[in-house]
């Protein structure tokens, strides 16, 4: 299996704030990595898919990079409504997600 | 467009089998290059894939709970089903179900269900 590890597990950050969350795995899975967001009981949404594309829809301040095992999500203007929890998750193989990592208001 | 609704029981006794139906609305289940899976996630917790299927039929499942799970496709109901055998407490959970897209080589979870909460208990 491909485990999926996120750091941090939770943040704290402030309204216009820069905020990056990395994603490893534990092998190489090239760029097939997704971005969900999920605010509390809510469904998870699609933001990024194939590590750097930007899903239909999602605002420009989130951004993805990374390959092979090393992985991030940037969004570089907090805004109120980006507080939830956000998930990576690899298609390379049996898929799996990270923990998740919760971002809330500082 | 598309949107996908899961049904089945609340409630389900221990070392019974969870089964769950997802109805595929605003397309057909078997056009396109989708992959329809389930996912769950335990209150407070994170998500956790459980399988997919491909409108072919073939499957895969996560390996910590493929000995358990089964998913089939009707396409003739426009529906695909989860069943989870010998069910403990640790299968409470929402349960969602979601398409996955082929985006440019790449599959990614772009429709979801509303989810629907199962509870495993006596």
């Known amino acids: 299996d491909i485990q999926m590890t996120q750091s941090p597990s939770s943040l704290s950050a402030s309204v216009g704030d820069r905020v990056t969350i990395t994603c490893r795995a534990s092998?190489?899975?090239?760029?097939?990595l997704n971005w969900y967001q999920q605010k509390p009981g809510k469904v998870p949404n699609l933001l990024i898919y194939?590590?750097?594309s930007l899903q239909s829809g999602v605002p420009s301040r989130f951004s993805g990079s990374g390959s092979g095992t090393d992985f991030t999500l940037t969004i570089s203007s907090l805004q109120p409504e980006d507080f939830a929890t956000y998930y990576c998750?690899?298609?390379?193989?049996?898929?799996?997600f990270g923990q998740g990592t919760k971002v809330e208001i500082k | 467009q598309v949107q996908l609704q899961e049904s089945g029981p609340g409630l389900v006794k221990p070392s019974q089998t969870l089964s769950l139906t997802c109805t595929v609305s605003?397309?057909?289940?078997?056009?396109?290059?989708?992959?329809w899976s389930w996912i769950r996630q335990p209150a407070g917790r994170g998500l956790e894939w459980i399988g997919r299927?491909?409108?072919?039929?073939?499957?895969s499942y996560n390996p910590s709970l493929k000995s358990r799970v089964t998913i089939s496709v009707d396409t003739s109901k426009n529906q695909f089903s989860l069943k989870l055998s010998s069910v403990t407490a640790a299968d409470t959970a929402v349960y969602y179900c979601?398409?996955?897209?082929?985006?440019?080589?790449?599959?990614?979870?772009?429709?979801w269900g509303q989810g629907t909460t199962v509870t495993v208990s006596s």
């Open positions: 979601a398409r996955a897209t082929y985006l440019g080589y790449y599959y990614a979870m772009d429709v």
């Open positions: 605003g397309g057909s289940i078997s056009s396109g290059s989708y992959y």
């Open positions: 299927i491909y409108t072919s039929g073939s499957t």
């Open positions: 092998q190489s899975i090239s760029n097939y």
């Open positions: 194939a590590a750097s």
């Open positions: 998750q690899q298609s390379y193989s049996t898929w799996t």
